[in-house]
């Protein structure tokens, strides 16, 4: 017994309407994230044993802030996405409302720390001390 009427499957919209987009942002940033991890996990080998000033120097620099911003953002935007279908699937009510919302607010406060610390760092590199 199908659950979806023949437009849908042509338009390959399943029952929440959202489900395709849902795979495909998915598997976009996995992709992404494939490739981002070892470039980010060298970029942060090099930092380790540093002073701090030579971290801050270090993250200021263009290449280390960027891969590592890029991480950030792709590897949070990929964690609400998956969070909101692993909620959808075994909550119910206020509890998905609260979790859906608890999850938005923790991966855009992650994004939001990570964004200052690498803009401090950068901008320290200008600042006398």
């Known amino acids: 017994m199908r659950y979806i009427t023949p437009l849908k499957a ?4 399943g029952a929440s309407r959202t489900g395709t987009k849902d795979h495909w942002f998915l598997t976009v940033t996995a992709c992404a994230l494939a490739l981002l991890t070892p470039v980010f996990m060298l970029v942060v080998g090099r930092a380790i ?5 030579g971290v801050v120097a270090y993250f200021g620099q263009p290449f280390p802030a960027i891969v590592t ?3 950030v953002i792709v590897g949070m935007l990929h964690f609400v996405r998956g969070t909101r279908i692993m909620l959808d699937d075994y909550l119910r009510g206020t509890a998905l409302k609260v979790g859906i ?3 938005v607010i923790f991966s855009y406060a992650v ?3 990570a964004a200052y610390a690498l803009a401090r760092m950068g901008l320290a590199q200008f600042v006398l001390v």
């Open 10 to 13: 042509a338009k390959g919209l």
């Open 49 to 53: 044993g540093l002073p701090r000033a």
């Open 69 to 71: 911003g890029l991480f």
């Open 101 to 103: 919302v608890v999850s």
């Open 111 to 113: 994004i939001a720390a």
